[in-house]
């Protein structure tokens, strides 16, 4: 019976301690706050957005995004849901494939998982911060209180650097570096954005449904849809955060990204002209700035009006074609400079992390040191928002454990 130690106590080392004890392992998790779990209560706004039943390969990321293929493939979303509800987590299924516990609860999730860690016998050590590790005959763990851990396996399950108030401060990667592996480079992902004008402190709070995408060179990257927040320092909502990886990676690699806004998605920008213009025909003796009331929030009208240097006290009957045209196109593509994205702090994951052509995707086991392995967002794969870094916390703590077990 193996001695497996696993160091991080959140989605993936509990569902490993859990899959390491179920294959005849001897357990012990070690977390280092005074209880496992802390993220998972924060996830999909309290509520856990545990998997997604529209998951597909296309919603990873990293160097090598298809590493995660093999580890989804053995323990994919219908494995994750017969575990949970056996556990006896009901699924609620919403339109966008997003799967919640019925209950609605994050913390339907973790007391379960925590019951069956205590089922199982799963020794589990709190306030346990691994420090060092060192690897002979056996792994060697030590702890910041000095205390020391042997066993015959290792699983680095200790998140990235996302959310570090939960215990994720990037240790896990220093541990990694202990044993030879390479780390990808690290930054926020499923982050606010910060953009560049000073119109932001006016339009704090402004909340609208459109469409937001990613422009290099006037051709575009990618898209997304739904609420979208203008904040005092640039831009939120669930569109941006989706986009906020790529975004990203474009600016570390010193090459052109543009966010473009559009408030009115349901038109083109020649669609909405003519609208406006027939809008505008029975509005001759109103101002444009009244004119807009009804049409956009008004708290945007006069940053807009000034963008496009149109006097906001101007009637409608005297603007020219020229200027609803340019109010058209703003108004379905307003377009900023991206200058980088909140902390670490604000983001839900991170991208990068240990490097993919170091691991065996089959197994979750170090290419480089036998009895060493990895799960969860240690791993050079983050996902969309949705579901998708959960289910790559459970599907790769599940393998690691399970392979770690014989």
Request: proline share 2%.
């Amino acid at each position: 019976m193996p001695k497996v130690l696993i160091v991080g106590g959140g989605a993936a080392g509990m569902m490993a301690a859990i899959s390491a004890k179920n294959h005849g392992a001897d357990v012990t998790l070690l977390e280092r706050n005074n209880r496992v779990g802390k993220k998972i209560l924060a996830t999909g706004n309290g509520r856990c957005n545990y998997t997604n039943i529209n998951l597909s390969i296309e919603n990873y990321h990293g160097n090598n995004p298809k590493f995660a293929y093999s580890c989804l493939s053995q323990f994919g979303v219908e494995k994750t849901l017969e575990f949970f509800e056996r556990l006896g987590i009901t699924p609620a299924i919403e339109d966008n494939g997003k799967v919640f516990p019925l209950s609605f609860q994050s913390s339907s999730i973790l007391d379960v998982l925590r019951f069956e860690l205590e089922e199982l016998g799963v020794e589990v050590l709190t306030d346990a911060f691994v420090m060092d590790i060192k690897k002979g005959k056996m792994f060697k763990l030590t702890l910041v209180d000095g205390r020391i851990i042997y066993g015959d396996r290792v699983i680095l399950a200790t998140g990235g650097k996302a959310a570090p108030n939960t215990g994720s401060d990037g240790n896990g990667y220093e541990l990694a570096k202990r044993m030879g592996h390479s780390i990808v480079d690290v930054f926020p992902g499923l982050v606010q954005l910060k953009l560049e004008g000073d119109i932001f402190k006016q339009i704090d709070g402004v909340k609208f449904v459109g469409v937001a995408g990613l422009y290099s060179e006037n051709k575009l990257i990618k898209e997304d849809r739904g609420d979208i927040l203008f904040t005092n320092y640039g831009i939120s909502g669930p569109p941006i955060l989706q986009l906020s990886r790529t975004a990203l990676e474009y600016l570390k690699d010193n090459k052109d990204i543009k966010l473009k806004v559009s408030i009115i998605h349901n038109k083109t920008k020649e669609e909405l002209y003519d609208y406006l213009v027939f809008r505008f025909g029975f509005m001759g003796k109103k101002t444009i700035e009244k004119g807009l009331i009804g049409l956009i929030n008004k708290r945007l009208i006069l940053p807009i009006l000034k963008e496009l240097k149109i006097d906001k006290d101007k009637h409608i009957a005297y603007l020219s074609k020229e200027e609803i045209s340019r109010l058209a196109k703003i108004l379905t593509d307003w377009r900023f400079k991206i200058t980088g994205s909140k902390s670490f702090k604000d983001a839900q994951v991170t991208a990068g992390g240990v490097n993919t052509y170091e691991i065996h995707s089959s197994t979750m086991e170090s290419k480089l040191v036998k009895g060493l392995y990895f799960a969860g967002e240690i791993v050079d794969i983050d996902g969309d928002c949705g579901g998708f870094n959960l289910q790559w916390a459970w599907s790769s703590g599940y393998i690691s454990g399970e392979n770690s077990a014989y």
